[in-house]
């Protein structure tokens, strides 16, 4: 279900100060955050920001095609390692 559009997007403010503060300052630093739910919002083009997967922090830079997405859709939180080959399933 998706959040209401009388809301508005919803993005951490922690996060948005730390855009603000990387934006006005021009540093490169990469902005490391857990708020996975949050929306990615126009500001944050260009910027790389570590997303939390649940084990390391995963970097990514954002684009213009991102815009409106959520940060958790680019780190995923699981592992797939793929199904079991016909040759590795025993016969019998």
């Known amino acids: 279900m998706s959040r ?19 934006r006005q300052t ?3 630093n990469v902005i490391r955050t857990w708020a996975r739910a949050s929306m990615i ?3 944050m083009v260009g910027l790389t920001i570590a997303v ?4 390391r922090f995963m970097p990514i830079l954002m ?7 959520r940060l958790g859709e680019f ?3 699981r592992t797939f390692r793929g199904h079991v080959g016909r ?3 025993t016969t019998g």
Not at 4 to 22: H, N
Not at 52 to 55: L, V
Not at 63 to 69: A, I, L, P, Y
């Open 4 to 22: 209401s559009t009388k809301k508005g997007p919803y993005v951490d403010p922690k996060l948005m100060k730390k855009v603000r503060v990387v």
């Open 41 to 43: 919002m126009p500001e």
């Open 63 to 69: 684009t213009e095609n991102m815009v409106g997405h």
């Open 75 to 77: 780190a995923p939180t």
């Open 26 to 28: 021009g540093s490169r």
């Open 87 to 89: 040759s590795d399933r």
């Open 52 to 55: 939390h997967d649940g084990r």
